[in-house]
């Protein structure tokens, strides 16, 4: 069964405070990608990566950075926290060319 | 104008009934099309994968593309209170995610 999985289900942080969100899947899978859903705005691509070390920016990528050391693992980094990026975050992966994703449970973030 | 319509509802229907969902789209070179099923603070879960037009059905489940009219549907036969959730519609042009065009999702209530 495949399985992506996110560190936290909830979080709750400080304005200011660097954040880190984590995401692993046991697929084997060559793309991952985060996303956020917001009420009314629906799922928006922050960044993608289709191998170890590389990346590319998706809709909304100002606020945020990426780290994909490991084809499993890759991270998501909120520099310096602010209230407008309380949000749910979903973590998804693919296979290289397929298009149907798998995603993670969902974080849901709240910046005080 | 958005690339991907989805009426949010809420829509609210009695245990077996027939429910109809639908997405309209203005991006003429979509040809992957996608329904996922979302339950309350978790992820979506793939429900329904259609390439190109046409009709496809899995159990209790039919997606319909119709590309003349920009058009895709869900259809829920004998629906459940299980079936309670979020489904969003998803489409891309090309193979691969990174792409990916979400729907706000339709909120779903199933009365018993």
């Known amino acids: 069964d495949v399985k992506v999985t996110q560190s936290s289900r909830y979080l709750v942080k400080r304005t200011g405070e660097k954040v880190f969100l984590e995401c692993v899947q046991d697929?084997?899978?060559?793309?991952m990608f985060w996303y956020r859903q917001d009420p009314g705005l629906g799922l928006r691509l922050i960044y993608f990566?289709?191998?170890?070390?590389?990346?590319e920016k998706g809709d909304i990528p100002e606020g945020y950075s990426v780290s994909r050391e490991k084809k499993e693992r890759f991270s998501l980094i909120l520099e310096s926290a602010s209230t407008n990026q309380t949000s749910m975050y979903l973590c998804?992966?693919?296979?290289?060319?397929?298009?149907?994703?798998?995603f993670g449970q969902g974080t849901r973030l709240t910046v005080v | 104008q958005k690339e991907v319509e989805q009426d949010p509802g809420p829509l609210s229907v009695p245990e077996g009934a027939i429910v109809s969902l639908n997405c309209t789209y203005s991006n003429s070179a979509f040809q992957y099309f996608m329904w996922y099923r979302q339950y309350s603070r978790k992820g979506p879960e793939l429900l329904m994968y259609t390439y190109s037009s046409g009709n496809k059905e899995d159990g209790r489940f039919t997606a319909q593309v119709d590309k003349s009219s920009k058009y895709i549907s869900l259809f829920i036969r004998d629906s459940q209170p299980s079936d309670s959730a979020t489904y969003l519609c998803a489409m891309s042009s090309i193979q691969g995610a990174q792409k990916l065009v979400f729907g706000q999702g339709t909120r779903l209530t199933i009365n018993p």
């Open positions: 998804a992966s693919t296979g290289r060319m397929d298009t149907e994703a798998f």
């Open positions: 990566s289709y191998d170890v070390k590389m990346k």
């Open positions: 697929m084997d899978h060559e793309n």
